[in-house]
């Protein structure tokens, strides 16, 4: 039994990543379990290179704090990094590799963090409403049983709460669609210039619709990259069509490369990545709290607040169209920190997309920001739960956290 690690974090995406170092930086101890090879999350295994939710519709940045504190180091870190305006939203531009260069350095430098990779949880044990024991599997077979004072389900498909009452999660049948993302490079400058880059989405769109692409490739989108010659394809898949990993995805991808190789600017492009397909909705937790449509539309804000934010509801049907719901110019709505907080349970939280909230306030605050923004409140909030004299204290008498190591 090891109770080494009084704050247990699950899943190293935006919402873990936030938690894991709001929690250390208050002072805790911290095990940062995360499934995959590496962490990162989404962003970087589906290969995110627009992060929403870190500014307002002015393109003001619009929670202070680990969200703004990331966006500064990737707009001073990356030589094309840069603040974008998209729609009637503001996104940073910067390469899912340098963020997860960013984000791996930043756990690293903090000594109160252990990081367990290709690690997960197979059970949680509860009793009178309190998450007494996890234990966790691993990849190379060591079982480990740790008992936490506060545990973070950051899983993006809620794994942690599931496993203690199903009940306490709701999908939404059927899922939005999810999506597969290719980076292609080498591609002439300029080629998604208007009006030459509708030109190239219209061709796509035309031969899915005759029937010579799949299809699946009715929905595909060109967005410019980060670097000058690169273009991100990002095509819709539905979630159905994940779960199952269908190898139509990769028929899909090469159709889409090989149509795009013969337009005009992509003759010497090559493909430089591909990512992981990447579900937006895995579900959500109940919580104390639930954030509801109402509240987002009518920028409701809450004494509470995790998070604050203005991004669009994006409205993804199962099959991969897309409509956005702008909220009215300068409005903006709080995520309070009880729609974080797992109902009935005093030491389970959940960080990042998987807040509590209906299907339409999720489409709004799951983007990037405001994942970083919920997982920092909740990080600080299971190191309060540590140390109940760090709670009770107002925050003029709480001691100040260590001043943010630099990152390497
Ligand atoms: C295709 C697609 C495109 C998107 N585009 C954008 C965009 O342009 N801009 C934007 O801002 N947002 C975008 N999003 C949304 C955004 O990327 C996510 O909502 C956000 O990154 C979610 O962060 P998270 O921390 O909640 O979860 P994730 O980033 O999904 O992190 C969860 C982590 O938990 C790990 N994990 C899962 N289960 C376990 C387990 N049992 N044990 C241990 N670890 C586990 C996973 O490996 C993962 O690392 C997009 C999402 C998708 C799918």
């Not at 939203?89 to 791996?104: K, R």
């Not at 009452?165 to 999810?178: C, F, I, K, T």
């Not at 009518?298 to 203005?310: E, I, N, V």
Request: charged share 20%; aromatic share 4%; proline share 6%.
């Amino acid at each position: 039994l090891n109770a080494e690690h009084p704050v247990v974090v699950v899943g190293a995406g935006a919402g873990g990543i936030a938690a894991a170092i709001a929690a250390a930086r208050a002072g805790a101890r911290v095990l940062l379990v995360e499934r995959g090879r590496a962490i990162g999350g989404t962003v970087v295994h589906s290969l995110i290179h627009t992060l929403g939710g870190l500014y307002d519709d002015a393109g003001r940045i619009i929670n202070g704090g680990l969200a703004a504190e990331l966006a500064d180091a990737l707009l001073h870190r990356g030589r094309d990094s840069r603040q974008r305006r998209l729609g009637r939203t503001w996104v940073l531009n910067a390469c899912p590799m340098l963020y997860q260069e960013l984000v791996t350095g930043w756990i690293g430098s903090l000594p109160g963090i252990t990081v367990a990779l290709e690690t997960w949880v197979d059970r949680v044990t509860e009793r009178s409403g309190r998450i007494e024991m996890v234990t966790l599997g691993s990849r190379s077979g060591v079982v480990t049983v740790v008992a936490p004072r506060a545990v973070v389900d950051a899983t993006g498909t809620c794994a942690v709460v599931r496993l203690v009452d199903p009940a306490l999660v709701v999908d939404r049948e059927p899922a939005a669609a999810g999506g597969l993302i290719v980076v292609l490079r080498g591609v002439e400058p300029g080629t998604l210039e208007a009006p030459r880059g509708l030109a190239h989405l219209r061709a796509l769109r035309a031969a899915a619709a005759e029937g010579s692409l799949p299809a699946g490739c009715q929905h595909v989108w060109l967005d410019h990259g980060v670097r000058s010659d690169e273009v991100y394809v990002k095509l819709a898949v539905p979630t159905v069509v994940i779960s199952a990993r269908s190898a139509s995805l990769d028929a899909e991808r090469d159709a889409v490369v090989e149509l795009l190789r013969r337009q005009p600017g992509f003759s010497s492009s090559y493909v430089a990545a591909t990512g992981a397909p990447g579900i937006r909705d895995g579900g959500r937790v109940v919580g104390e709290c639930m954030l509801s449509e109402d509240d987002v539309r009518s920028g409701r804000k809450f004494a509470d607040r995790a998070a604050r934010c203005a991004w669009p509801i994006e409205r993804w049907d199962p099959h991969g169209s897309v409509a956005l719901e702008y909220l009215p110019s300068g409005l903006s709505y709080d995520v309070p920190l009880r729609a974080l907080h797992v109902r009935g349970l005093a030491n389970l939280w959940t960080a990042g997309k998987t807040v509590s909230a209906d299907a339409c306030a999720q489409a709004s605050a799951r983007v990037v920001g405001t994942c970083w923004a919920m997982g920092e409140a909740v990080g600080r909030a299971a190191a309060a739960t540590t140390a109940p004299a760090l709670a009770s204290a107002s925050p003029h008498q709480q001691p100040q956290p260590p001043a943010p190591a630099p990152l390497p």
